[in-house]
Structure formats: C-alpha cells, structure tokens
T-cell receptor, first 113, second 109 residues
Framework: NAGVTQTPKFQVLKTGQSMTLQCAQDMNHNSMYWYRQDPGMGLRLIYYSASEGTTDKGEVPNGYNVSRLNKREFSLRLESAAPSQTSVYFC????????????FGPGTRLTVL | EDKVVQSPLSLVVHEGDTVTLNCSYEVTNFRSLLWYKQEKKAPTFLFMLTSSGIEKKSGRLSSILDKKELFSILNITATQTGDSAVYLCAVPNNNDMRFGAGTRLTVKP
C-alpha cells in the first residue's frame, strides 16, 4: 500500500499562473483533506471532502478550488497563484469525518514568485 | 474563536532527558485530541485521546488529557536523537481539524 500520494513534490510558479496539485489514497477512505503549512502557523485546512461527491470549505479556502474526482482522488487547484500561496501543501485522508486519525501524504513545496 | 495553543514552541534537550510538551485548546463540541509527530515530511499519528484522565502509552511516549482544564500533555522519557521532530497537537472542530503551531524538539547526543 502506498498510502497517500501527492504530485508534484516541488513546484515553482510565477504570479498569475495556475496549477493543480494531485492527491490519491489507496486505503478506501471516505474523507480527504487539503492543508497548507506555513512557518509558525501549523497546519491549516483549506478544503475537505467528507465523501465522494461532496466538498466543503475549511479555514482558509480563498484562492483555491478542489475536485473530488472519485473515492481515491482529491485535487487542489490554484487558478491564479499569488506569493501568499507559497507554502507546503499536504493532502490527508481518514475513514470518515469526526476527528479520526488522518493519514498524510509527503507534501508539495510550492513557491510563487 | 476556536484555537489550539502549544508550548513551548521549541525545546533543546540531551539524550536521556525527559520532556513534557503542552497543548491547550478552546473548541466547541470537543470530541477528541490527537498528537502527531512530524519529522522531515508528513505528520504521523501518535495518539488520540477522548476521555479525561486516560493516559495513553506507547513505549517511551505517553499522553494525558484533562477535559476540565482543557489541555493535554505529551511526555517523552529517555529521549533519543530519533525523537527530534515537530510535535503537533490537533483538535477537531465540527468537520474542521484545528492544529497547533507545534513544538520543535531537538535532542542532542
């Protein structure tokens, strides 16, 4: 089992460019999440998907969109990247919502110039 | 506003020392508190606590939750260099998960 996988591992964008971060899990989990991690601020939830076909905003959704493509895959899109979106992005999954253990992917380090 | 506060932000100890990491929280509809260890990449799960006074143990790591005073502690005894990491505390808030900023632990040989 690969667990949670993310692509790419690193990305550099110019302001205004768009990109999609991909995430997939092979644990048959219902719920998936996207976080960003900035120095001194811990992990902050961007969007989550309780189950296939549903998505909801988290704490910091502005500037992002998500798609729950199927039960395995959950993508995060930046339509017009800004320097404030420079961060490390983590995807995670869990059996269900409700404070259960979440399994994290290896992260994507994104720099927006 | 819901929040999770960890202290200290960083800590440097020597191998063999015992450390205590703190996590205080204010969230509505408390259900559980989780501890994660983050080395170079993804956070990995350590403990989940749901009931006050229950101590979770895993080898040299243990954790206690106090639901009355709204805090948890993570203890690591006989620290090793492999314990060097950022330790994150997280508390679910409805469908959200609020993380603290973390405590960076450095264990020197």
């Amino acid at each position: 089992n690969a667990g949670v996988t993310q692509t790419p591992k690193f990305q550099v964008l110019k302001t205004g460019q768009s990109m999609t971060l991909q995430c997939a899990q092979d644990m048959n989990h219902n719920s998936m999440y996207w976080y960003r991690q900035d120095p001194g601020m811990g992990l902050r939830l961007i969007y989550y998907s309780a189950s296939e076909g549903t998505t909801d905003k988290g704490e910091v959704p502005n500037g992002y969109n998500v798609s729950r493509l199927n039960k395995r895959e959950f993508s995060l899109r930046l339509e017009s990247a800004a320097p404030s979106q420079t961060s490390v992005y983590f995807c995670a999954s869990s059996e269900a919502l409700g404070g259960r253990e979440q399994f994290f992917g290896p992260g994507t380090r994104l720099t927006v110039l | 506003e819901d929040k999770v506060v960890q202290s200290p932000l960083s800590l440097v100890v020597h191998e063999g020392d015992t450390v205590t990491l703190n996590c205080s929280y204010e969230v509505t509809n408390f259900r559980s508190l989780l501890w994660y260890k983050q080395e170079k990449k993804a956070p990995t799960f350590l403990f989940m606590l749901t009931s006050s006074g229950i101590e979770k143990k895993s080898g040299r790591l243990s954790s206690i939750l106090d639901k009355k005073e709204l805090f948890s502690i993570l203890n690591i005894t006989a620290t090793q260099t492999g314990d060097s990491a950022v330790y994150l505390c997280a508390v679910p808030n409805n469908n959200d998960m609020r993380f603290g900023a973390g405590t960076r632990l450095t264990v020197k040989p």
